[in-house]
């Protein structure tokens, strides 16, 4: 659809909450692959890889590649854990974890032509216990984000990467590199100012709308864990991080975020930690959400308390391998469909626990719906008004056997059509122009039953609510 505008009904300022009736905003939860994991910490196979003794959040970043289609994985392990090195997974069963401050982070590196297979390549780079043939990107580099910037115009730096560098605690510093084929960085260069906490996956994008760079990083008030943005028109020099989305206690906490633009709106998948009561059955794991954002300057939930990835069921050390922990990628596109890697744990977050890569899929526009609260009734979903500047108008829902959706044109005379097939559908009022409409702001209001309603493309610029 060319010069066709989408809205992702999730977007609240596109509604207009005081006519809507018997509907509730609902996110769509992700469908897992089942051939995950896809590989886990090998610190136990034979022969071992004894740096990837504890990937603990492995805060992964997976990039494909726009000729070839193959995939990089960049992710975050302890290479140096003394704990989880002197406890076997016998062992695990019978004691808690007991991190030490000497435990270091290094960024490691992985590739796969399909997604599923993976290879980590010896890339003879960093030492470890006196041999280069490891996988080791980065020593010391905690939360790392890479970005694959093709426009800047030389060529040693259209790989840019961002991360904590903790080499002790006095000593700590938000750094960039910079590299040609996104392996092989040049030395980590300290920002010239500002030197937030960080400890967490610091996640960095080229913003569409300002072609600044964005970092979404986290601080610390009142002892609860704070998302904060950054920005930078050069890479090198970075504002002071703002807060920018925050949980509403202990209880839900926004552990890491990395943020995907998507549809004229931001969307962050967001890390959820529990703590501040320690007999609920979710203390101290890690849920994953979708929240979204229309500027960059506040995140809203789509629902509080839904997960876009479900935890697998049990515990440790017996359940399934994601049941404790989940730390995402950015989304991916591919077949068709949004494509979410991430990182699973199995256990706590503050104890033993082995992790392995996974994903999961979404439909392409499909994140949220709106449905009826009482299915026994119908929902009305009214959104606010529109100018139009073409005829064309469809709407992507999934409507059950014998269900509907109406849609209303409310103007000075009321016209109406009817949809009654899933997918995007073409919404044609008859005996009605919309590109004839002129200056005249028009309401669109949905009617239905046994439907829900994703998302809206067409001819049309909604009047948004601030």
Same mark, same amino acid.
């Given at each position: 659809?060319?010069?066709?505008?989408?809205?992702?009904?999730?977007?609240?300022?596109?509604?207009?909450?005081?006519?809507?009736?018997?509907?509730?905003?609902?996110?769509?939860?992700?469908? *897992?692959?089942?051939?995950?994991?896809?590989?886990?910490?090998?610190?136990?196979?034979?022969?071992?890889?004894?740096?990837?003794?504890?990937?603990?959040?492995?805060?992964?970043?997976?990039?494909?590649?726009?000729?070839?289609?193959?995939?990089?994985?960049?992710?975050?392990?302890?290479?140096?854990?003394?704990?989880?090195?002197?406890?076997?997974?016998?062992?695990?069963?019978?004691?808690?974890?007991?991190?030490?401050?000497?435990?270091?982070?290094?960024?490691?590196?992985?590739?796969?032509?399909?997604?599923?297979?993976?290879?980590?390549?010896?890339?003879?780079?960093?030492?470890?216990?006196?041999?280069?043939?490891?996988?080791?990107?980065?020593?010391?580099?905690?939360?790392?984000?890479?970005?694959?910037?093709?426009?800047?115009?030389?060529?040693?730096?259209?790989? *840019?990467?961002?991360?904590?560098?903790?080499?002790?605690?006095?000593?700590?510093?938000?750094?960039?590199?910079?590299?040609?084929?996104?392996?092989?960085?040049?030395?980590?260069?300290?920002?010239?100012?500002? /030197?937030?906490?960080?400890?967490?996956?610091?996640?960095?994008? *080229?913003?569409?709308?300002?072609?600044?760079?964005?970092?979404?990083?986290?601080?610390?008030?009142?002892?609860?864990?704070?998302?904060?943005?950054?920005?930078?028109?050069?890479?090198?020099?970075?504002?002071?991080? *703002?807060?920018?989305?925050?949980?509403?206690?202990?209880? /839900?906490?926004?552990?890491? $975020?990395?943020?995907?633009?998507?549809?004229?709106?931001?969307?962050?998948?967001?890390?959820?930690?529990?703590?501040?009561?320690?007999?609920?059955?979710?203390?101290?794991?890690?849920?994953?959400?979708?929240?979204?954002?229309?500027?960059?300057?506040?995140?809203?939930?789509?629902?509080?308390?839904?997960?876009?990835?479900?935890?697998?069921?049990?515990?440790?050390?017996?359940?399934?391998?994601?049941?404790?922990?989940?730390?995402?990628?950015?989304?991916?596109?591919?077949?068709?469909? $949004?494509?979410?890697?991430? $990182?699973?744990?199995?256990?706590?977050?503050?104890?033993?626990?082995?992790?392995?890569?996974?994903?999961?899929?979404?439909?392409?526009?499909?994140?949220?719906?709106?449905?009826?609260?009482?299915?026994?009734?119908?929902?009305?979903?009214?959104?606010?008004?529109?100018?139009?500047?073409?005829?064309?108008?469809?709407?992507?829902?999934?409507?059950?056997?014998?269900?509907?959706?109406?849609?209303?044109?409310?103007?000075?005379?009321?016209?109406?059509?009817?949809?009654?097939?899933?997918?995007?559908?073409?919404?044609?009022?008859?005996?009605?122009?919309?590109?004839?409409?002129? /200056?005249?702001?028009?309401?669109?209001?949905?009617?239905?039953?046994?439907?829900?309603?994703?998302?809206?493309?067409?001819?049309?610029?909604?009047?948004?609510?601030?």
């Amino acid at each position: 659809m060319s010069n066709a505008r989408k809205y992702l009904f999730l977007d609240r300022g596109i509604v207009d909450g005081h006519r809507c009736e018997n509907t509730q905003l609902r996110l769509c939860a992700a469908k *897992k692959d089942p051939k995950a994991p896809f590989f886990t910490e090998e610190f136990f196979s034979n022969p071992p890889r004894p740096w990837e003794v504890r990937y603990d959040n492995g805060y992964p970043q997976v990039i494909r590649d726009q000729e070839t289609g193959a995939f990089r994985l960049y992710y975050t392990t302890f290479i140096h854990d003394e704990d989880s090195a002197r406890a076997t997974l016998a062992e695990r069963r019978n004691r808690h974890y007991k991190p030490s401050p000497e435990r270091i982070t290094a960024t490691c590196y992985a590739t796969s032509d399909d997604g599923v297979r993976w290879t980590k390549p010896d890339l003879n780079i960093v030492e470890f216990e006196g041999s280069s043939a490891n996988n080791i990107l980065l020593k010391n580099a905690h939360g790392a984000s890479v970005l694959f910037d093709p426009a800047d115009p030389n060529p040693s730096r259209r790989y *840019k990467l961002i991360a904590k560098m903790e080499y002790s605690r006095e000593n700590a510093w938000m750094g960039v590199a910079f590299s040609p084929d996104g392996v092989e960085f040049g030395p980590p260069r300290p920002w010239p100012a500002y /030197n937030p906490r960080a400890d967490t996956h610091n996640f960095v994008f *080229k913003d569409p709308a300002t072609s600044h760079f964005v970092l979404i990083t986290r601080l610390w008030k009142d002892g609860m864990r704070i998302v904060a943005k950054s920005e930078s028109s050069d890479f090198m020099t970075w504002s002071e991080p *703002k807060e920018i989305a925050r949980g509403p206690g202990f209880e /839900n906490q926004i552990y890491s $975020m990395p943020v995907v633009p998507y549809a004229g709106l931001y969307f962050g998948l967001a890390s959820i930690y529990h703590e501040g009561d320690r007999h609920a059955s979710d203390f101290d794991t890690v849920d994953l959400t979708l929240m979204y954002s229309s500027d960059l300057e506040h995140f809203n939930w789509i629902e509080e308390g839904a997960s876009l990835i479900a935890r697998g069921s049990g515990s440790y050390p017996d359940g399934e391998w994601d049941c404790g922990c989940i730390y995402a990628s950015p989304f991916v596109e591919m077949e068709g469909k $949004m494509c979410v890697y991430y $990182m699973g744990g199995n256990g706590r977050h503050t104890d033993f626990r082995e992790t392995g890569l996974g994903r999961a899929w979404l439909e392409q526009d499909a994140f949220a719906c709106y449905a009826a609260k009482d299915r026994t009734n119908e929902a009305v979903l009214t959104l606010r008004p529109a100018h139009f500047f073409g005829d064309r108008l469809r709407i992507l829902a999934d409507i059950e056997e014998g269900g509907w959706i109406r849609c209303d044109l409310l103007n000075r005379s009321q016209t109406s059509a009817q949809l009654r097939t899933s997918g995007w559908s073409d919404v044609t009022f008859r005996d009605v122009s919309l590109s004839r409409l002129g /200056n005249m702001p028009c309401t669109l209001r949905f009617v239905m039953r046994g439907a829900r309603m994703y998302a809206m493309e067409g001819d049309l610029s909604i009047i948004k609510s601030n």
